[in-house]
């Protein structure tokens, strides 16, 4: 049986090469009809060898789409990146122009006395509605003392209460615990600003026949040698009965930079006894 079959086989053979060389000499012979043949068999071929090569194709296509995809996904993730950088950029930006701004309006606070000044910037606040201070980044190593001005961007904001090396506390003019001598300006009329841990300010121990009208300006007077007279505080925004509010000048609760008035003082000294001031007016 295996013989034969190795028969069958070189039969074939032989008879593949037999009509290779007939073919080989016919387009000698005539290279036309051969051309026509070929062509001819790829015609036949063609869609069959297109729908081999779809698959193929198809598969390729896919590939190039996932890498197309991949490098689109990291382009995105790129400019994602410089976007959140541009952002941050913009942000820092829009600091420092805020900064700038609140620098510039803080230049133009007028005080009729000469002072020298160690400007500050707020690193923290109380955040508490019984207590109104802040703390700025500046100490005794910068000539910081106790019961020192502080000016913000249009007027006085407070006084120095606590003082430490690098840092400070700020009693803001809101406090309930804070008290300003002041005088009205246009009146000579003197009396005490005090706080109760709201926006407005409360002036006390004013007399019964002082004619004060809303929008008076209200500066400090200097008495109790805490604060330098002539100080910008704010105006005289009501008058209901016996209740005199003054709303100051300066946006005591967003303050972010401030100046504060390097006057020698006795760091000891406090603010005016209310009932020796009561006493004296």
Same mark, same amino acid.
């Given at each position: 049986?295996?013989?034969?079959d ?10 593949l ?7 080989l #000499?016919s387009?000698?012979? +005539? ?5 026509g043949a070929?062509t ?5 071929t063609?869609?069959?060898l297109?729908?081999? +090569?779809t698959?193929?194709?198809?598969a390729?296509? #896919? ?5 197309g995809?991949t490098?689109?996904?990291?382009e +995105?993730?790129q ?8 952002r941050?950029w913009y942000?820092t930006?829009?600091?420092l ?6 620098l510039?309006e803080l230049?133009n ?14 690193i923290?606040d109380?955040?508490n ?12 190593i910068?000539g910081v003392q106790k ?7 249009e ?5 120095v209460i606590?003082?430490?090396?690098t840092s400070s ?6 406090d ?8 009205l300006?246009g ?20 007399p019964?026949?002082s004619?004060i009208t ?5 500066v400090?007077s200097?008495?109790?040698g805490? #604060?330098?007279s002539g100080l910008?505080i704010?105006r005289?925004?009501s008058i ?5 509010k003054v709303?100051p ?7 972010s930079?401030?100046?504060i ?14 009932d020796? #001031?009561?006493?004296?007016?």
């Amino acid at each position: 049986m295996l013989p034969f079959d190795v028969l069958n086989g070189r039969s074939a053979i032989i008879a593949l090469l037999a009509l290779s060389g007939l073919l080989l #000499f016919s387009s000698i012979i +005539n290279p036309s009809f051969m051309q026509g043949a070929r062509t001819g068999l790829v015609d036949i071929t063609a869609p069959v060898l297109k729908a081999i +090569n779809t698959p193929f194709d198809m598969a390729a296509n #896919f590939v190039g789409g996932v890498s197309g995809l991949t490098n689109l996904r990291a382009e +995105n993730a790129q400019l994602e990146a410089e976007n959140k950088r541009l952002r941050e950029w913009y942000q820092t930006a829009l600091m420092l122009q805020a900064e700038n701004q609140s620098l510039q309006e803080l230049l133009n606070v007028k005080v009729d006395a000469p002072h020298k000044y160690i400007t500050a910037k707020v690193i923290a606040d109380s955040g508490n509605s019984f207590v109104k201070t802040v703390l700025v980044g500046v100490g005794q190593i910068d000539g910081v003392q106790k019961n020192q001005a502080v000016l913000g961007e249009e007027g006085l904001i407070g006084r120095v209460i606590e003082v430490g090396k690098t840092s400070s506390r700020i009693m803001l003019l809101t406090d309930l615990n804070s008290r300003v001598p002041i005088i009205l300006e246009g009146t000579r009329q003197k009396a005490m600003l005090t706080g109760s841990n709201a926006p407005l300010l409360d002036l006390k121990y004013i007399p019964d026949d002082s004619a004060i009208t809303t929008g008076i300006r209200v500066v400090t007077s200097g008495d109790g040698g805490v #604060f330098p007279s002539g100080l910008p505080i704010g105006r005289v925004s009501s008058i209901e009965n016996k209740s005199i509010k003054v709303k100051p000048f300066a946006d005591i609760n967003h303050v972010s930079n401030v100046r504060i008035v390097n006057t020698s003082i006795n760091p000891n000294l406090m603010s005016i006894d209310l009932d020796t #001031f009561k006493d004296i007016h």
